[in-house]
């Protein structure tokens, strides 16, 4: 999500009293905190789960093969990873409980759906000229992969182990 | 007023000579137009975030402009662990830092095809050319090896084949002029996989560059190296890390080095073609000036000599006269002596006839008694 572009009303889904209502509130500030309290414990996030058949198990990218094989993207790993670090977090859970939210992570400037478009679609296959930010399709797949295993600072595979996702040809 | 005409005027052309070097160095320094590029020259924009150290660059640059194989292959990343430069055959170097997070970063280095490059100005055969494209390109068939050009860069790139005996050549990236020629990207672009290295116009490139520190401030520090360090490079450089810490100068100023040096070097001509013009005036004025001096010298000793003979002469003539006088008083004296003498004489004379008379007469009487 692009830093300081979140939506404020989302923020009202769960900052819900009306000020009216705030008047009934009790003064003291601990009877405040157990109220508050209460109110969080009662609403019941449930676990976000996802139909098997709408993530595909594995994804073959096999579009530009040079000096390297097609790569095997272990999709249901990567997507079962994802869920379990969300579902251990309450406000994860609350703002990925839209069906297909967590996908857009990776399957990102386009409409939230079951079949998200190709990233060749809006990154071309041939090297060019850069012209405005949008990396290439080699760019566009690395980054986001490397990129994200950055930020999380996963250490396998290491970015530079070029042949643990995809086999060099030999 | 003590000064002589002569002096004022010496003085007065070795000012005007001065000022006039001065004026020449400053209407050159001031009027250089400032040369903002071909409307087409081309860049790299290198995003050192994204940089991952895997050397594909550099094995893309080793096949595509055919240099020898290197000891340790490109895929060995423990030359990481040290620090390097271009060398002879090795155009582009990657290097890993340690940020302040004790994080890895790794950047690129290679020559930043500067928009006035200071190689090119350094160069006195013309070796070195900003082509419109962007590229620094070498002709090593004009190239003497003298090197000046190594001296000359900010950024010490230029690499020496040091081991070339007969025919050694200055060796630096190229920009890959004649893949570009060819409408192709440079390998080092072209090969890197997370898009690290991008090739475009510079001045969308730079564009780009601070459209992506905008939309992730906290990602990057808010500077474009390269947009105007040594007044400007085709290769720009963005880094969430500072880049004193990753090896890149920050002490090199937005003047690029042919501004600098164009001062002091416009005054060479006016130098060489003036200076010793004068210097001679001044040099034949003054020797002039002992000449007429000499002569002066001269002159007033033969007048000294002159008027000493002319006293000699009179003093001369006086003493002929002095002597004349005494020849004449003693001509004189002698002959009033002699006068004297033969009157004496004939006195003694008459008196002795007197008495010889006497004496006759005597006897007679005696006889006569």
Redesign the interface.
Known sequence: M??GKSDQGKCKSCHNVKLADAKHFPIKQEDQASLANSVISSRKMPALEYDQKDVPEKVIIDVMKKEYEAAELPHRKIVDTLMARLNKDTLGKYFHKDKYTMCQGCHHNSPMSAAPPKCATCHSLA???????R??L??AY??QC??CHDKMGIKKPA??A?AECHKKKS | MGISRRKFLGWFGGLSATAATAASTAIAGGGNHHFKGHPDTMGVLHDINKCIGCRKCEEACNTVNELPKPEKTFDDLTVLDQKRRTSADVYTVVNKFNDSNNKNVHVKKQCNHCMEPACASACFVKAFKKMPNGSVVYDESVCVGCRYCMVACPFNIPAYEYDNAFSPKVTKCTLCYPRLEKGLLPGCVEICPKEALIFGNRKELIKIARDRINKHPDQYIDHIYGEHEMGGTSWLYISGTSFSEIGMREDLGETSAPELTAGPLSAVPIVVGLWPVLLTGVYAISKRKDKIAEEEKEEAVQANQDAADEEMKKQIAQVRKNAEKDKEKAIKREVKKALEEAAKEAEEKAAKEAEEKAGKEAPEKKEGE
Do not use: L
Request: with cysteine.
């Open positions: 692009p830093f090297p060019k000229k850069a012209t405005d930010g990396p290439g080699k760019g690395h980054g490397i990129g970015a530079t070029c």
